[in-house]
């Protein structure tokens, strides 16, 4: 379609096309039918609206027959490009993802340095691991995530100012969590030889770079860059859990993921270098004062290396709901506890996609299927044994 009679088109109209557009290219190419977005309608638009047609100045062509020529010139010549730019973005938002990215160079030494990695307490009937405590999306989100659960619910609000932490912020919650559980792996040895240890502090300083190593990420400029807007976020993200007996409350509380944080010291470029996070309370006292063992649970190494936001939420869930066995939700319920703002057709459309993807290259540990059930389609997500086998805790850890 031509630019002058796209541009004509009312914004439904528009999308209407694009869609279509899309059906006939997946059907060329042999794809699945994908079902666009707002975000890939839009660019799509935007492409039609070339900026660079400005540049040619069409307007002040004279409005005689060389003026029209030369405008129709302008335009075959800019369709070309168009068509190219189309096809790109048609490709790159049918294609599929990929699930995981690739390890680090230095991830070569991980299997002699693999820390425990641990996720959030696990307090009553209600936990963080039976919803994102957190936007699965990359970019920006404000506002709250409710969570209606059997036993009560739960929500998740951000600040103002920074928004709801990300899927990829809680990282560093990760890395806060482990580096306690480690504390207390080592109190609990030095109290069994008879010694007289110290419990560890609410406060700890991690450097940075201990961060990044931790979380298998590169230790670029952008990254530390990004750290603070990240312990902002977290900062700023506090969570009400509701416990409920026969519909009635019976338990509220409303926590953070991160008490409070501050820059200890930057590097000569101005990146953060280190940094004092304040332990929350719930977290220590889940991890410190439990009698015995806590009741937290191990992540893979590799969950680092999920690269999407749904795929990390859906291994979360795995291994709470399936741990050694296997466990089925439906599409909808994957839904509900991944807080996604997308509609359950276009949620279901972009699910469908993900677990194709992981045909060739899987979660860690867990396999994923979908079936057919009484209401629609159902998710089994089936522990699979790990080939690479899992080192012990070294004595010194990257944290």
Not at 145 to 163: F, P, Q, R
Not at 237 to 251: A, D, Q, S
Request: charged share 30%; net charge positive.
């Amino acid at each position: 379609m031509s630019r002058e009679s796209f541009a004509a088109l009312s914004k439904a109209d528009k999308d209407q096309y694009l869609q279509e557009l899309t059906a006939r290219y997946c059907r060329a190419s042999e794809l699945s039918e994908v079902t666009l977005d707002k975000q890939a309608l839009s660019r799509l638009r935007r492409f039609y609206a070339r900026r660079s047609m400005a540049e040619l100045h069409l307007d002040t062509y004279p409005d005689n027959d060389i003026g029209q020529a030369l405008r129709r010139l302008a335009e075959a010549m800019k369709s070309g490009e168009r068509e190219g730019d189309v096809l790109a973005v048609l490709k790159g938002e049918t294609a599929p993802s990929p699930v995981m990215r690739p390890a680090l160079d230095e991830d070569a030494q991980f299997s002699f340095f693999v820390p425990s990695i641990h996720d959030a307490p696990l307090k009553d009937d209600l936990n963080l691991m039976d919803v994102a405590p957190f936007s699965i999306s990359k970019g920006r989100r404000d506002g709250t995530i409710h969570y209606e659960l059997k036993d009560g619910y739960i929500t998740v609000s951000g600040s103002a100012d920074a928004g709801l932490a990300t899927v990829f912020d809680f990282d560093i919650f990760l890395h806060m969590v482990s580096y306690l559980a480690d504390e207390m792996r080592r109190y609990r040895i030095a109290e069994e030889k008879g010694l007289r240890p110290t419990l560890p502090p609410r406060d700890y300083r991690p450097h940075a770079a201990h961060i990044l190593k931790f979380c298998r990420r590169t230790s670029g400029g952008r990254q530390y860059k990004e750290l603070e807007g990240a312990l902002d976020r977290l900062a700023g993200t506090r969570i009400k859990i509701v416990n409920l007996t026969g519909g009635k409350r019976r338990e509220a509380a409303n926590i953070p993921l991160i008490q409070r944080y501050k820059i200890v010291s930057t590097t000569t470029t101005g990146h953060v270098d280190m940094v004092e996070i304040e332990i929350p309370e719930w977290v220590y006292s889940g991890i410190v004062n439990e009698r015995g063992t806590p009741q937290i649970l191990t992540l893979h190494p590799d969950y680092f290396l999920i690269s999407q936001g749904i795929g990390r939420a859906i291994y979360r869930l795995s291994r709470k709901a399936a741990g050694k066995t296997e466990a089925r939700y439906s599409v909808a319920e994957i839904r509900r506890r991944s807080g996604s703002l997308q509609a359950l057709p276009q949620f279901t459309q972009m699910l469908k996609k993900f677990v194709a993807s992981t045909k060739d290259e899987p979660l860690p540990e867990y396999d994923l299927v979908l079936e057919k059930g009484k209401r629609g389609e159902v998710l089994l997500m089936r522990f699979r044994a790990d080939t690479r086998a899992k080192p012990s805790a070294p004595d010194q850890l990257p944290l």
